[in-house]
């Protein structure tokens, strides 16, 4: 039988590869168990902290955010926050900022496309399931950006501010609660 790609938005693989991560979000509950041990969850973690770190060099080097220093080595911030790795940029402006502290967002897609690749030609268990829902389990904590992603993501205020404009004027309020809504906001 020859070899078909999978289109990740096709309704019939979707669900089963949502179903297929199942395992990989029970694992993750389990290391996140073991979250108070930090050498053992530094360890564990490190697949999720190798694609959240990747994701913010990838899009910070396509949005000319100049990345300047990339770690996976875990350390401890001045306040005993767990700090599992981080990605130093030269160039983070208004336009850069957003998408290149909201990056791991990107996770999502990567966990279901891999899910959904191995799902999607005629699938059959395999022992190596194990070790990719292993794999895909950090990826659930690791998907979501840190406090300082978004912190730092709001020097893309203008980005923000733009598309809340945009999702209250194509909205069917009247103009006159669009305006309330924004001077409530701001």
């Known amino acids: 039988m020859q070899y078909q790609p999978v289109m990740l938005?096709?309704?019939?693989?979707?669900?089963?590869?949502?179903l297929y991560l199942i395992p990989s979000a029970i694992i993750w509950l389990l290391l996140k168990s073991v979250s108070g041990r930090t050498t053992i969850y530094s360890i564990l973690s490190l697949p999720g902290t190798m694609l959240h770190e990747f994701l913010h060099l990838l899009v910070g080097m396509l949005t000319n955010a100049k990345p300047v220093s990339f770690s996976l080595l875990p350390k401890m911030d001045g306040s005993s926050r767990l700090v599992l790795g981080s990605v130093g940029f030269a160039n983070l402006r208004w336009y850069n900022a957003m998408p290149t502290c909201l990056a791991p967002l990107l996770g999502v897609y990567v966990i279901v496309l891999v899910a959904a690749?191995?799902?999607?030609?005629?699938?059959?268990?395999?022992?190596?399931?194990?070790?990719?829902?292993?794999?895909?389990?950090?990826?659930?904590?690791?998907?979501w950006p840190s406090l300082t992603d978004w912190k730092v993501s709001l020097k893309s205020w203008p980005v923000y501010?733009?598309?809340?404009?945009?999702?209250v004027s194509s909205s069917k309020l009247p103009m006159e609660s669009a305006k309330a809504f924004i001077v409530r906001v701001f």
């Open 117 to 143: 690749h191995r799902i999607g030609n005629d699938y059959i268990y395999q022992n190596m399931d194990i070790a990719i829902w292993c794999l895909l389990a950090p990826q659930f904590s690791s998907m």
């Open 9 to 18: 938005f096709n309704k019939a693989t979707l669900l089963p590869a949502l």
């Open 161 to 167: 501010l733009a598309g809340m404009l945009l999702l």
